[in-house]
Nanobody
Framework: QVQLVESGGGLVQAGGSLRLSCATS????????MGWFRQAPGKEREFVVT????????NYADSMKGRFTISRDIAKNLVYLQMNSLKPEDTAVYYC??????????????????WGQGTQVTVSS
């Protein structure tokens, strides 16, 4: 079955960087949006960024533009989230997700069918 496994989270100081990885298996993701979402304690799950597996088209939440970069390695079945200039408010559990979207991208959590277990990112001030 389809599995998404995140890694790369951890504790970092404000201003630092982390790169999250999402390892995909169990299916073909042609035509899928591969997204990153995050959820902080007491808050709703928030869209971060997504990339279309086929086209590489990306869609960022406005607040993430310029600091976060999504990419994918089709040969390795990996999706990455490079996070720079991290702030304490970026502290959250970060989730990788996959949802069919054809050649477009999806930004709403309910449009994604498969989810990873999440990886914790903590940014200290």
């Amino acid at each position: 079955q389809v599995q998404l496994v995140e890694s790369g989270g951890g504790l970092v100081q404000a201003g630092g960087s982390l790169r999250l990885s999402c390892a995909t298996s169990g299916g073909t993701f042609s035509g899928y949006s591969m997204g990153w979402f995050r959820q902080a304690p007491g808050k709703e799950r928030e869209f971060v960024v997504t990339i279309n597996w086929n086209s590489g088209r990306t869609n960022y939440a406005d607040s993430m533009k310029g600091r976060f970069t999504i990419s994918r390695d089709i040969a390795k079945n990996l999706v990455y989230l490079q996070m720079n200039s991290l702030k304490p408010e970026d502290t959250a559990v970060y989730y990788c997700a996959a949802g069919f979207s054809g050649w477009s991208t999806k930004t709403r959590a309910n449009e994604y069918h498969y989810w990873g277990q999440g990886t914790q990112v903590t940014v200290s001030s």
